[in-house]
């Protein structure tokens, strides 16, 4: 398992802010975080997801955005609104949006030299020149 050390920012609020452990989990698109945390530092839930669970469960959770910085870099992204004793998870979205990948023989976090972009597969729109233009 893998742990990092994780800053949550209400983004209407900079200054509160709570820092904890968070498991990073994988499997897990959006981070989570225990409600009472969140409601702490001024976020209210904005919409409702659904989720699937492990077990193939599904469940509708409260959602809200916020800002996070994990190894002094910053992100913002969608975080779970979690029961109160859930453990803190650090999902994939908040990894890959920063550049950083899991390093799973030493069980760590690594920071990339750059973050990723990836093609789209389409093809680039068409430049245009001085001499294409009219007027």
């Keep these: 398992m893998t742990y990092a050390n994780v800053i949550i920012r209400n983004p209407a609020a900079p200054a509160r802010e709570w820092e904890g452990q968070f498991l990073v989990d994988t499997g897990a698109i ?15 839930p904005a919409a409702q997801r659904n989720y699937e669970l492990a077990d193939g469960t599904e469940i ?19 975080v779970i609104f979690g029961d109160a004793k859930a453990e803190p998870l650090l999902g994939v979205t908040a990894l890959e949006s920063v550049g950083i990948e899991i390093d799973p023989q030493n069980q760590r976090l690594k920071k990339l030299p ?19 233009r009219h007027g």
């Design 30 to 44: 959006d981070s989570l975080v225990p409600r009472p945390i969140l409601e702490a530092i001024g976020l209210e």
């Design 60 to 78: 509708t959770m409260d959602v809200a955005g916020a800002e996070m910085e994990l190894l002094g870099e910053f992100t913002a992204g969608l």
């Design 114 to 132: 750059s973050v990723r972009l990836k093609k789209s597969g389409r093809p680039p729109p068409p430049r245009c020149r001085a001499s294409d």
